[in-house]
């Protein structure tokens, strides 16, 4: 079956401008988590859904980062005047239920000029 | 504080061989661990998960240990294979099963000599 899908692959922007990228998870699975991941480190968790809401966002960095899961399937992050430290591949994973295992997408490399 | 290490930054293996990777872990709540693949280029993928009433899982080839004394967990990966080149990384999930939240280490690359 399908599995994570992450949208777009890449996005090279300036510094200053605002991003959004998106995630559609697995069919059917109510919980949504997005990470980050820099060159060489393990995945940083920023927030996690659990359908509609935000049960945990205490790994977003600032008010910049922001999230969002309207209808419970996809997801959004929303980054507001980026800065070059905001570099990263952005990861989102989706699982049945918190839990179980989390199923990553391949994430979008973000490039910020 | 919450943190999980991996032993050795990279391991290398001749084909054929067993392999095993080793992390650690800080936070006795965690009671969920788990296993991840990453090739260059793409997302983590999922290869084994342990829950702390446990000691040892096996699947297809691998198999996890968990040790809760001294907070160590493995991996241990039978007959390796060329495709089995990759980063490795564990997980565990830090407070316990009230988070979704994962914390990963820095990972282990295994090469695979043919």
């Known amino acids: 079956g399908a599995g994570v899908s992450q949208t777009p692959s890449n996005k090279v922007t300036e510094k200053g401008k605002y991003v959004e990228l998106r995630c559609d998870p697995i069919s059917g699975h109510t919980a949504l988590y997005w990470y980050r991941q820099s060159l060489g480190q393990g995945p940083e968790f920023l927030i996690y859904?659990?359908?509609?809401?935000?049960?945990?966002d205490s790994g977003l960095p600032n008010d910049r980062f922001f999230a969002v899961r309207p209808e419970g399937s996809v997801s959004t992050l929303k980054i507001q005047r980026t800065e070059r430290g905001d570099s990263a591949v952005y990861l989102c994973a989706s699982s049945l239920g918190n839990g179980q295992p989390q199923h990553f997408g391949d994430g979008t490399r973000l490039s910020i000029l | 504080g919450e943190s999980v290490g991996l032993h050795l930054p990279t391991l290398s293996v001749q084909e054929g061989d067993n392999s095993i990777i080793n992390c650690a872990y800080s936070n006795s709540a965690s009671d969920y661990f788990i296993w991840y693949k990453q090739e260059s280029g793409k997302g983590p993928q999922f290869i084994i998960d342990?829950?702390?009433?446990?000691d040892k899982r096996q699947g297809q080839r691998v198999t996890v240990l968990l040790n809760k004394t001294v907070k160590h967990l493995s991996l241990q990966i039978a007959a390796t294979q060329p495709g089995d080149s990759a980063v490795y990384f564990c997980?565990?999930?830090?407070?316990?099963?009230?988070?979704?939240?994962?914390?990963f280490g820095q990972g282990t690359t295994l090469q695979v000599k043919p």
């Open positions: 342990i829950r702390s009433n446990m």
């Open positions: 997980a565990e999930n830090g407070s316990g099963s009230n988070t979704g939240k994962l914390i």
């Open positions: 859904f659990q359908g509609t809401g935000a049960a945990d």
